[in-house]
């Protein structure tokens, strides 16, 4: 994002390319340079002024004054060919604007009107060396390249010095770049959720391939994850797909096989299939040039999908380790400072009264303490690029554990492909708040954790030896946003008392038209 200092240079050059130009102007007393520096002059301080307001729509681009001096430069260079000095300003102020793109882009512009209009104004009468012209655009042209390559290297030194000094710049830069996001978004035909784009990237593929089964994926990191498929989806049907997607991908190139395909589609999916029918026999190739084209726009909505998806993952990882240092340097400390307080007053009691009542308010700091700490723990854990959900979770009984001094045994059963982050991220929070619930609120002496992911579905159970269901506090959510996070990925969860003692929060997600596949791999681990 340009700065006020960029655009104090590219003004400072804008005021001597008009001196430089305005002294042999005023000179010659000739028409037609003066009206081109007087057009120069007036262009260049509306771009100040807007610019100086912050008021950026309004400010001409650097391609439309490219273009703009391109044509006084032809008008007036016949008069005064010291005009041509103000090619030097449009590169310029397009580096510090955009950045060196623009200012190629700017180049062209400004050289394209200069010689266009020119040679339509000037044509080749008598007089008209077009030779020494074309040699001083040319000049002037490279002159101001060269001053944007060197100015690039100050701007691009001047911003990291000032985001080194200012730890909000990367929060203002974020800011300017989410309202243009905002702006945008009135524009977008669909929203940016990945399954639904994904859903109709199969209606697409559908259309022009009949297909009894079908599936999106994604790759994340060294695997593929399912983000979308067919409702009808069988078990045996999506492990054919998930193979034919691997080895699409694997090659890089289409493959079929039997009556299964598989081919890329955009930059990052990976869409799979098969055909009606289960015989073995040799069938037409599907058309995949035509799919990718017909496939061409839902390609782009889903990669952007994406992007959006995992920039949303990193804000608010950011935001939460933000949180957690704010916590820990600040409330956490001034809590622990009481409770020095509270250990100096106590060391002289007045009586055995007030001696009860400091040990008691000192066993009250010390859980203060202690669930501010707890929480600083919740907001710093989150599942990494390359840890899988019941590692997280895992990590997470582990802390609680050492803290409570209460035994969490935690039973993982995972397969290698991943849930999509935004729900591994719900699957994991839900888990996090039920064993801090448990740790808290349960009294128990012991906690059982077991987590099954079979990506596209999976299943979390927190079983514990407490006192049971309670009646709800009037400040507890905890409940509340456990079922709002389920329901927000299409997740069941249950809630109930065990048998003996003690209560059972289970999770459970499901792929759409998935019954069989996870229940059957349910049923294999709880009988072990």
């Given at each position: 994002m340009p700065t006020g200092q960029s655009f104090a240079v590219v003004a400072a050059a804008r005021l001597f390319a008009l001196l430089a130009i305005g002294a042999p102007s005023l000179w010659y007393h000739k028409p037609g340079a003066l009206f081109a520096l007087l057009t120069l002059a007036v262009l260049w301080l509306y771009q100040v002024a807007t610019v100086t307001k912050r008021d950026l729509e309004l400010t001409l681009t650097p391609a439309v004054e490219a273009a703009a001096v391109g044509v006084v430069c032809a008008l007036g260079m016949q008069d005064s060919p010291a005009i041509l000095a103000a090619l030097v300003v449009p590169p310029l102020y397009a580096t510090a604007a955009v950045g060196l793109r623009t200012m190629v882009r700017a180049v062209a512009f400004q050289l394209v009107s200069v010689v266009s209009i020119g040679l339509m104004w000037h044509g080749r009468g008598e007089g008209t060396d077009w030779a020494e012209w074309g040699v001083s655009i040319f000049t002037w042209s490279m002159a101001g390249v060269g001053l944007s390559l060197v100015a690039s290297v100050t701007f691009a030194s001047e911003q990291r010095w000032r985001a080194s000094l200012d730890p909000l710049s990367p929060y203002r830069d974020a800011q300017h770049l989410i309202k243009q996001l905002i702006e945008l978004s009135g524009n977008l035909s669909s929203g940016l959720d990945v399954s639904a784009i994904g859903g109709e990237m199969l209606g697409v593929v559908g259309d022009h391939i009949p297909s009894r089964a079908l599936a999106v994926y994604v790759p994340r990191g060294d695997a593929l994850t399912p983000v979308a498929s067919s409702a009808d989806l069988e078990p045996s049907d999506a492990d054919a797909c998930e193979k034919l997607a691997i080895d699409a991908w694997a090659r890089g190139e289409p493959v079929t096989a039997g009556q299964g395909f598989a081919f890329a589609a955009g930059d990052s999916a990976i869409v799979a299939g098969l055909?009606?029918?289960?015989?073995?026999?040799?069938?037409?190739?599907?058309?995949?040039?035509?799919?990718?084209?017909?496939?061409?726009?839902?390609?782009?909505?889903?990669?952007?999908?994406?992007?959006?998806?995992?920039?949303?993952?990193?804000?608010?990882?950011?935001?939460?380790?933000?949180?957690?240092?704010?916590?820990?340097?600040?409330?956490?400390?001034?809590?622990?400072?009481?409770?020095?307080?509270?250990?100096?007053?106590?060391?002289?009691p007045a009586d055995e009264q007030q001696a009860k009542q400091f040990a008691m308010l000192r066993e009250r700091v010390t859980k203060v303490v202690a669930e501010v700490r707890r929480s600083v723990m919740n907001l710093r854990t989150s599942i990494g690029e390359?840890?899988?959900?019941?590692?997280?979770?895992?990590?997470?009984?582990?802390?609680?554990?050492?803290?409570?001094?209460?035994?969490?045994?935690?039973?993982?059963?995972?397969?290698?492909?991943?849930?999509?982050?935004?729900?591994e991220a719900e699957l994991f929070r839900i888990a996090q708040e039920a064993l801090n619930n448990a740790v808290k609120h349960a009294r128990a002496t012991a906690i059982d954790v077991r987590c099954q992911v079979y990506a596209p579905e999976a299943r979390i159970t927190i079983a514990d030896d407490g006192v049971g269901m309670q009646g709800g506090r009037a400040d507890s959510h905890g409940l509340k946003i456990m079922r709002e996070r389920a329901k927000l990925i299409g997740a069941q969860l249950t809630v109930r008392d065990n048998a003996s003692r003690g209560l059972t929060v289970s999770v459970v997600l499901r792929a759409p038209g998935g019954h069989g596949h996870h229940q059957e791999q349910t049923q294999s681990l709880e009988t072990r």
């Open positions: 055909r009606p029918g289960r015989d073995a026999i040799k069938v037409a190739e599907p058309p995949f040039e035509d799919l990718r084209t017909a496939l061409a726009p839902s390609a782009v909505k889903f990669d952007t999908a994406l992007l959006f998806s995992h920039f949303r993952d990193v804000a608010s990882a950011d935001e939460r380790q933000r949180l957690a240092r704010e916590m820990h340097d600040g409330v956490a400390q001034d809590i622990a400072s009481l409770g020095y307080l509270v250990d100096a007053l106590a060391a002289r390359n840890e899988s959900l019941g590692a997280a979770i895992s990590a997470v009984a582990r802390h609680l554990s050492e803290a409570s001094a209460i035994p969490i045994r935690v039973r993982l059963d995972e397969q290698p492909a991943r849930l999509r982050p935004e729900i």
